[in-house]
């Protein structure tokens, strides 16, 4: 929160991503937040609870293409829940085929240039003067995309949806854009982690059957639409629950180790008494494990049994509430929704659902001593087995130890709750703080500059507080890598191409000639455009702010930039996403507290690294003095002496 109180247990551990594009795609920036709204009132028309738009070539040019979009589409028309809404771009070939075999049409739009008009199957919408802003529109309307062939058009649209962290689903067997051609992004060639590599590659295969390359299109959309309505669902149920943190319970329906059952019941019995009071038990309302739990906590009132609409658990304690129509959609909320999952036996049902919770940075604390999905199999989550952080090695050999009392194990298991999830409202608590004081300094109505001279197109907003409390907010509706929870506050950053400038004013004689290019900062609550700012900045042998400013953090590192010249090779270079996984690695280590010094920063991330060494500029970094580094960097963009203690205190000794 804003003045740095304790944040409650159910807040999510907060990890930087970097996100820079370059803005040949971008919109003018003035006109940033009209397109937004240009998008809401389109996705208002369509009133549906997520989009998937159609992305391809007004010709088909692969002799599978027109056969696999006819299957495909009617696959989709089934498969997909009826909240679901298709929106083609209403041109011919590609999205015309789409429309046509998908179902009666009632679920399909077809989007068109303002007074144009569509051939196409289903209903037609018009948005945007002309065809190259409803092709802005388009890209920005959509939660899932879908790419056959395509040319530059498909692929800079699947860039934006990209920037954007929309789904972009490409069917790479069909070639062209769709097959990594005229820059299209490759984060959407990528496998997702929920799919084999055998899956995968019958996206890719073209001697597969068009029909099998199709379920497998239809299955990771169907995957992207069930995590993102059961993510929706279980921020809804969670903001119903009087609760700080949630401790949900898996495991078999029978049992099948000897000391199981009576491990569950000592269980419940220590996590109830030792937990504090706002603590809540979630089961799923089956028996076995989970009923066992449940009807061995004394105080019904802090069990919760999940179920899927209009079933009940019939257990006689606890209070039944529903989400999901079915038991697969009552599973994926139900791995949504924890803050801890407390693993008992299981199988493959169990380990998927582990393992969801655990890419989603839930603690998974499994009692490996009973074997099954608990003790490794079944593709349980390997990181949940080993020990965590926050627990002594003693503690975590009693999750394992088959020899150990019952007692001694469930104790165990306590005090790791306890202590993860403390040492995570701490961490938390301290990054909310620092992202205040960055968001106070941020928001005193102060400009932007360039080197002392005002190059500001406008600021975050007046009142600090404000800007704090929307850091500290989260979103039920967003999907990125991994399909974690997103924060409600992004801001995406732009970086214009550089262009030549003469005679800037107040510019020294002797630099009358320079290069500049443009930052743009797009500020988004809840995926609404709420502020733009511009950053006029210059490279003539300066220093560059490298601007991270996605996900829930607001960050500016000083990073020596190479000489003009090297502009473009600086962006295109194959090892550019290993400097910004190492900059996230180093970024995460500060968010969670960990001590770096000035010369492990200065080596391993700017000047030690392979990746950097052709830029021999880099090296005279080191001998910069930290204290006037930081302080340079602040008088560039003639930010406060408080958000250079925020930099201090962010980049420790």
Not at 100 to 105: E, L, S, V
Not at 295 to 304: A, E, F, K, P, Y
Request: charge should be neutral; include cysteine; hydrophobic fraction near 40%.
């Amino acid at each position: 929160t804003p003045h740095g109180a304790r944040q409650p247990f159910r807040q999510k551990t907060v990890h930087v991503k970097i996100a820079t594009m370059v803005a040949g795609d971008a919109v003018p920036v003035a006109d940033a937040k009209e397109w937004q709204e240009k998008v809401d009132k389109v996705r208002d028309k369509v009133d549906a609870s997520l989009i998937i738009c159609v992305l391809g070539g007004r010709e088909f040019l692969n002799p599978d293409s027109k056969a696999l979009v006819e299957t495909l589409a009617a696959e989709m028309a089934v498969k997909m829940p009826r909240s679901v809404a298709f929106v083609t771009g209403g041109m011919p070939g590609v999205q015309e085929t789409f429309a046509k075999h998908c179902g009666d049409g009632a679920r399909v739009w077809n989007l068109v240039p303002d007074g144009g008009t569509s051939q196409c199957a289903g209903q037609t919408i018009q948005a945007g003067r002309d065809l190259d802003e409803r092709k802005e529109i388009f890209g920005r309307l959509g939660d899932i995309y879908v790419t056959v062939e395509g040319g530059p058009g498909v692929a800079m649209e699947a860039r934006a949806a990209v920037a954007r962290r929309a789904c972009v689903i490409p069917l790479i067997r069909t070639g062209g854009a769709s097959n990594g051609m005229f820059n299209f992004p490759q984060e959407a060639l990528a496998k997702p982690a929920f799919m084999s590599e055998e899956q995968w590659a019958l996206l890719s295969s073209t001697s597969a059957p068009v029909s099998e390359s199709s379920s497998v299109a239809v299955s990771v959309a169907l995957a992207v639409v069930t995590q993102l309505i059961g993510r929706a669902k279980a921020a809804s149920l969670r903001a119903t629950l009087d609760a700080q943190l949630l401790v949900c319970v898996l495991g078999s329906v029978t049992f099948s180790h000897a000391h199981s059952s009576a491990l569950v019941v000592a269980l419940a019995q220590t996590l109830e008494r030792t937990l504090p009071p706002t603590t809540k038990f979630v089961t799923g309302g089956m028996d076995g494990v989970q009923k066992t739990f449940a009807t061995n906590c004394t105080d019904g009132s802090r069990v919760l049994n999940l179920l899927p609409e209009g079933q009940s658990s019939g257990y006689g304690v606890g209070l039944d509430v529903h989400a999901g129509a079915d038991l697969n959609e009552r599973k994926v909320v139900f791995a949504q929704l924890g803050d801890v999952y407390v693993t008992v036996e299981g199988g493959p049902g169990v380990a998927q659902e582990a393992r969801d919770a655990s890419a989603r940075g839930a603690i998974v604390v499994p009692m490996m001593r009973t074997g099954g999905a608990s003790s490794g199999m079944f593709g349980f989550p390997a990181e949940a087995l080993a020990v965590h952080p926050e627990a002594s090695a003693q503690r975590w050999k009693l999750l394992q130890d088959t020899g150990a009392s019952v007692t001694a194990t469930a104790e165990a298991a306590a005090e790791i709750i306890l202590a993860a999830a403390g040492a995570r409202e701490l961490r938390e608590s301290q990054s909310a703080q620092m992202l205040a004081r960055l968001a106070k300094s941020l928001t005193r109505g102060q400009k932007w500059r360039d080197r002392g001279r005002a190059a500001s197109h406008g600021t975050f907003g007046e009142d600090a507080g404000d800007c704090g409390a929307l850091l500290s907010r989260r979103s039920g509706h967003s999907f990125g890598s991994g399909m974690t929870d997103e924060p409600v506050v992004v801001v995406k950053v732009r970086v214009s191409e550089p262009h030549k400038a003469k005679n800037f004013p107040g510019e020294q004689a002797h630099l009358r000639s320079f290069h500049i290019f443009n930052i743009f900062l797009d500020l988004y609550e809840g995926g609404n455009l709420q502020q733009t700012v511009g950053v006029l900045h210059r490279y003539s042998s300066m220093h560059f702010l490298h601007l991270i400013l996605q996900d829930h953090e607001q960050i500016i590192l000083p990073a020596r930039f190479p000489e003009k010249r090297q502009w473009r090779k600086m962006w295109v270079r194959p090892d550019i996403s290993e400097r910004r996984n190492l900059l996230e690695e180093y970024l995460n280590a500060i968010m969670a507290n960990e001590r770096a010094t000035k010369s492990q920063f200065v080596r391993k991330f700017f000047c030690g690294h392979e990746a950097f060494q052709t830029f021999s500029s880099m090296s005279r970094f080191s001998a910069l003095n930290r204290a006037s580094r930081i302080s340079n960097a602040a008088s560039v963009i003639g930010a406060s002496s408080e958000f250079s203690e925020w930099l201090l205190e962010a980049h420790p000794r």
